[in-house]
């Protein structure tokens, strides 16, 4: 076994090499091919290789030495649209020397930019065109502002199937000598739900332990790894005790620094499959609906996620009773 | 398991007991003028404030001294009958089997009566007739009620232990209960106390129970404990006011900070009204409240302020409609201040792992300390060899391995894998 993080090390490093999206990747194929690439829109859920996309297409545009015409940057990461602007503009600036005349800027999380942030970088990518080409990474792309979508070519990734997931990992399985059980790899799919690095990020840890994986391995995994558990929450308001669904919250927001929209998503999309009467979740969402808007408006977090919770607490009181 | 660490850790013998030395050493050599028959005065009066180990050293002088020890309290002579009732026991010099006894007679201050009638009185009758050594505790020896008391008895005043003193006793219950203390909170620990050892340990164990470590950060907010029971009381009014106008009053008139008071109602409010819908409704009119002290914040408009303290006072008020009244229920600190001293180092930490994790895997540090680190701490814990690799890879240092391991053994395991 290898001791660095699989999720890396069996990235594919040329387009040749990616297992899935195989409509997005004759597309990219063809922009080598051309030696030309428009600005592009990255849009899709984790995990489905919206990066590894990128920096495939950047290494078979120009080859082994890529990495010389190509930036990344995070938008998350990278603090205040100043520094993205200053950055991107010395970087844009400058002529790329070679065969081919623009560099590549990829941008991560862009939806996490705001609307203004997002003006200021379309009039960087205008000015710059000639120079450098821009790869917008995302999950929504309805949180690109329209002028900047107009400019790009879209591309839409979509989660692994099956089949796709099953032969990337049988690679990662055979190269690094894992002993793996069918009930082991089928949980897997049943966790990462079509999330590639979930699931390699899950099979390095399962396999850590040097036992044949079973399903319970890598349940056990994922349980010690996401002990933030939003069900567990939800299920503890439900059964009436709120200062421990409370506690949870507290534990989600100040130790593993979750965000309040995240979890507030997460409990919507829970709402709706508990066995609860189809009344009470429409109560429910609309509840949901004011704590996420107060929560855009920039009120606090565990203040009116616990609102939420108390409502919960009584909403299963209430259904005890009939009400 | 919850047993109070005011009573686990009580000083046994003399030797522990936290300052004083010198007035024990008055106290033990008065006992001791007993051997030599009856002393002049046969009651020994000990004063001073509470919570500096009055009662204390006398139990551990009857300890050490292998001598019976007779507690009567407050209720046990609040009347002459009630007195007269160990009134027998004080006048033999030894018991049944020939052991000494001390008889003490302890929170004075709680007797009922003036000095010629009443408890006091019978007290005093008691004293003349001892055959026996009497120790009265009281915080306060120059009450009116005990001047002719007095009289009949040994004075001894009891200090408050110095700073020092109450630290080296806290960091004494520290070390039996294994927790790593920090010397800064320790400090402050003691320093708010008003050099009250009791308090003292009583504010250790709510802050450190459990714990293995007390930092500086944990305490700091105690700071604000010096309003504890101004806080207190605008609680009750609060969840026990009858009407709108009795909570807002309350808050009006003790001058606390809205953003403390918020702290403290939206900590004890589901422990106040267990009523689910009590709860939501009380609930709600927090988050309203929040609500409002989030324009106040935008627009810096402050006359808002009225709308955020009225329903964060009356609105929790009213939201009391169906719970049972279930007899006194403790206010709490708010735990979420705490919280958020505690959990600063521990996100900074993670975070610079995660600008680690970042320039490895093309990922934001937010995401990697979100979704890669959980299962990175997965493989440190089951694998000190892949986690060594792996922390060489993304250029750990021994704090963040320490951080991410969690066990010594294994952060131990997986150094020395580093090392080969």
Request: with cysteine.
């Amino acid at each position: 076994m290898s001791f660095e993080m699989w999720a890396e090390k069996y990235r594919p490093k040329s387009l040749d090499g990616m297992v899935n999206q195989k409509e997005i990747v004759e597309r990219l194929k063809s922009f080598v091919k051309a030696r030309n690439i428009p600005h592009c829109i990255f849009a899709g859920p984790p995990g489905t290789g919206k990066t590894t996309g990128a920096l495939c297409l950047a290494h078979d545009l120009y080859g082994e030495g890529y990495r010389e015409h190509l930036m990344e940057l995070n938008a998350s990461d990278e603090r205040g649209i100043n520094v993205v602007r200053e950055t991107v503009k010395t970087f844009a600036r400058t002529r790329s020397i070679g065969e081919i005349p623009f560099k590549i800027l990829i941008l991560d999380e862009a939806d996490n930019m705001t609307d203004d942030a997002q003006q200021a970088l379309r009039r960087t990518m205008e000015r710059f065109t000639e120079t450098c080409r821009f790869i917008l990474i995302c999950n929504y792309s309805g949180k690109i502002i329209e002028p900047i979508q107009s400019r790009c070519a879209p591309f839409r990734f979509t989660y692994l199937s099956r089949e796709d997931q099953y032969a990337y990992l049988q690679h990662v399985i055979q190269k690094e000598n894992v002993k793996m059980l069918d009930e082991g790899l089928n949980a897997i799919f049943e966790v990462s739900g079509g999330d590639l690095r979930r699931a390699v990020n899950a099979l390095q840890a399962a396999a850590s332990a040097g036992k044949p994986i079973d399903a319970e391995t890598v349940y056990s995994v994922v349980g010690r790894a996401n002990p933030a558990d939003v069900r567990n929450m939800i299920g503890l308001a439900m059964k009436g005790d709120f200062v421990g669904a409370r506690e949870k919250l507290r534990e989600m927001i100040l130790k593993y620094g979750l965000a309040g929209s995240d979890i507030i998503r997460q409990i919507h999309i829970e709402i709706f499959r508990f066995n609860i009467p189809e009344q009470w979740k429409i109560r429910l969402a609309d509840t949901i609906g004011e704590i996420d808007f107060r929560l855009v408006q920039g009120a606090d977090e565990e203040v009116q996620l616990s609102a939420l919770l108390a409502r919960l607490t009584e909403a299963s009181y209430e259904m005890k009773r009939g009400v | 398991m919850y047993a109070a660490w005011t009573v686990k850790h009580k000083p046994r013998t003399l030797a522990e007991v936290v300052g004083n030395e010198e007035v024990i050493r008055t106290l033990t050599s008065w006992i001791d003028s007993w051997n030599k028959g009856i002393p002049k005065k046969r009651a020994a009066f000990l004063y001073g404030p509470p919570g500096i180990g009055k009662t204390v050293a006398v139990e551990a002088l009857a300890h050490d001294l292998k001598m019976e020890l007779v507690e009567k309290n407050a209720s046990d002579y609040r009347t002459e009958e009630a007195v007269q009732r160990f009134a027998g026991l004080a006048s033999q010099y030894a018991t049944l089997f020939g052991g000494k006894r001390i008889i003490l007679l302890d929170e004075l201050d709680g007797i009922t009566g003036t000095e010629d009638r009443g408890g006091v009185r019978a007290v005093i009758e008691t004293i003349k007739t001892a055959r026996c050594p009497l120790i009265l505790i009281a915080n306060n020896a120059y009450d009116p009620r005990f001047s002719t008391l007095r009289k009949y008895c040994l004075l001894i005043e009891f200090k408050k232990p110095t700073i020092l003193q109450v630290m080296k006793h806290l960091k004494k219950v520290c070390a039996s209960e294994e927790i790593m203390a920090d010397e800064r909170a320790l400090r402050l620990i003691a320093e708010r106390s008003g050099r009250d050892v009791r308090s003292a340990i009583n504010d250790l164990q709510a802050l450190a129970q459990g714990r293995r470590r007390l930092a500086y950060e944990d305490v700091a907010w105690l700071a604000e404990r010096d309003r504890k029971e101004v806080i207190f009381q605008v609680l009750r009014s609060i969840f026990y006011a009858r009407d709108c106008e009795e909570a807002k009053r309350a808050v009006d008139a003790a001058d606390v900070d809205p953003d403390m008071l918020f702290q403290w109602v939206y900590e004890n409010a589901p422990y106040q009204l267990t009523d689910p819908r009590d709860l939501t409704r009380a609930m709600e009119a927090l988050a309203r409240a929040d609500v409002y002290r989030g324009r106040i914040r935008a627009t810096q408009n402050w006359k808002l302020l009225r709308y955020m303290l009225d329903l964060m006072t009356a609105g929790v008020a009213i939201s009391r409609q169906r719970t049972k009244p279930s007899g006194w229920v403790p206010f709490r600190f708010p735990e979420r201040v705490q919280w958020l001293a505690r959990t600063k180092q521990e996100r900074e930490m993670q975070k610079m792992i995660g600008m680690k994790i970042r320039r490895r895997m093309h990922v934001s540090s937010v995401r990697a300390a979100k979704e890669i680190l959980p299962y990175i701490r997965v493989i440190f814990e089951d694998n000190a060899e892949m986690a060594a690799g792996i922390a060489k890879w993304l250029d750990l240092d021994e704090d963040m391995i320490s951080y991410i391991a969690g066990s010594e053994s294994q952060v131990k395991a997986i150094v020395k894998n580093l090392g080969g």
